[in-house]
């Protein structure tokens, strides 16, 4: 066995390394605007620039662009850091678009102190996202609004309306707690 310097794979490894900083306000103080307030008022100043979100709009670098009742749309250039090793978007990226776009499209509906969390969510691939794809819109758009379930479904589209993603979900709807202590 030989011994081999490495230390051009290395040198060349550096040159390729990019990095990438960012900040995110505390998600706690979002989620108890929720619970007094209720979705859609909350979501609208979101929107506005008055309020802050979540982390994770901050870490993928998308931000939601419109709200109303039962709708909610999510806008995101793809970028390089989210890559896999094919060289596309990692399909994890449009997955957290689509969850964020169709649980604030629930979230929209429901009155102050009513909450929801994802139990399924179903995403179809049609293309990939790339650094080329340009912006791209996630839409979601609420199915269904029951008394302990919710059902949305969203789409990934680009400038054109090209389609690159569709999505459905269900949604454990709970509402507050009404009993006594």
């Known amino acids: 066995m030989s011994m081999t310097d ?6 060349d490894i550096n040159e390729r390394e990019r990095t990438r900083a960012y900040s995110w306000h505390d998600p706690m103080a ?3 605007k929720f619970a007094a307030e209720g979705g859609l008022e909350v979501l609208r100043r979101v929107v506005a620039g008055e ?5 994770i709009m901050a870490t993928m670098n998308f931000k939601l662009v419109e709200v109303e009742k039962g709708r909610a ?6 970028a390089e ?10 399909g994890g990226v449009a997955a957290t678009l689509l969850d964020s776009a169709m649980g604030c499209a629930i979230n929209a509906s429901l009155p102050a102190g009513t ?5 399924e969510i179903k995403v179809n691939y049609l293309r990939p996202l790339t650094m080329t794809t340009g912006p791209v819109r996630a839409e979601g758009n609420v199915v269904h609004l029951g008394r302990r ?5 969203g789409r990934i589209t680009d400038a054109s309306g090209k389609l690159y993603a569709t999505a459905s ?4 709807v709970m509402a507050p707690d009404t009993t006594t202590k």
């Open 6 to 11: 490495t230390s051009d794979d290395v040198d």
């Open 30 to 32: 979002t989620a108890a």
């Open 51 to 55: 309020e802050a979100l979540a982390p």
């Open 73 to 78: 749309v999510f806008a995101m250039t793809p």
């Open 81 to 90: 850091y989210p890559y896999n090793p094919i060289g596309v978007v990692h």
């Open 115 to 119: 909450a929801y969390t994802t139990l």
């Open 149 to 153: 379930m919710a059902v949305a479904e």
């Open 169 to 172: 979900t269900t949604c454990l």
